[in-house]
């Protein structure tokens, strides 16, 4: 396969990523239009957090003048499952070279689940869909920029389309997974730090408490039933 028909394949596999990162690039840059960071911004977020339930998070980070510590700590509870996604692609990104930095950085939930599913370990096709996502994130992103200093109208809820975003992938998961361990300590261990710790601080919490049951009891996440019976 040449670059040509990699490309060609690349942008077919990635086609239902764009009309998403379009969307939720969009919303985002809108948001950040209106507490008053402007197109660099929203180019320069997309370009090197690329991260969107982050970049998300970070608008109020920003705009409400959180600490360093606190927003480190929270980009790595928020982004912690990139911890187990980079374990899993070792094999796949081996002998990348010199676009290995890039792939490592340019993970997001989509491109893994497309290079994980492909089964040609092709590495210029796995280059190709990073960047083709990447890109489409960067355009949402500025777009949504431009669309909130031309258009005046109230923003109020756009920030909801991430949590629609999120709702969506976890009824998606319910119905098709057996498994629903997961799931539930999830859900349990957010509401649980959300009634302690209050609406404003239960993101760290809950997501260091999430990590470390799930870790606890990855032989019930995994396979749902005990492996000593």
Not at 2 to 17: H, S, W
Not at 69 to 74: D, E, G, K, R
Request: net charge positive; charged share 15%; proline share 1%.
């Amino acid at each position: 396969m040449n670059n040509k028909e990699r490309l060609k394949k690349a942008f077919k596999l990635t086609i239902p990523v764009l009309t998403g990162y379009i969307c939720l690039g969009i919303g985002f840059g809108i948001i950040l239009e209106a507490k008053g960071y402007g197109l660099l911004w929203a180019f320069c977020m997309g370009l090197f957090i690329y991260a969107g339930s982050m970049q998300y998070v970070a608008v109020d980070l920003i705009s409400g003048g959180a600490s360093l510590i606190a927003t480190a700590l929270t980009t790595l509870m928020v982004n912690a499952r990139h911890l187990f996604y980079g374990v899993s692609m070792i094999e796949k990104y081996k002998g990348t070279g010199k676009k290995k930095p890039y792939l490592m950085m340019s993970l997001t939930d989509e491109t893994y689940s497309l290079v994980v599913s492909d089964n040609t370990n092709d590495k210029r096709l796995y280059f190709f869909i990073s960047l083709f996502n990447h890109c489409y994130w960067v355009v949402g992103c500025t777009l949504g920029s431009l669309i909130g200093s031309v258009l005046n109208f109230n923003t109020n809820g756009v920030e909801f389309v991430l949590t629609a975003l999120f709702v969506t992938v976890f009824v998606e998961q319910w119905l098709t997974s057996k498994n629903h361990i997961s799931a539930i300590i999830g859900v349990l261990s957010s509401v649980v730090c959300l009634v302690l710790f209050g609406k404003d601080y239960f993101l760290i919490p809950s997501m260091v408490v999430i990590t470390v049951v799930l870790t606890l009891f990855r032989k019930y996440t995994v396979s749902g039933v005990d492996n000593n019976d």
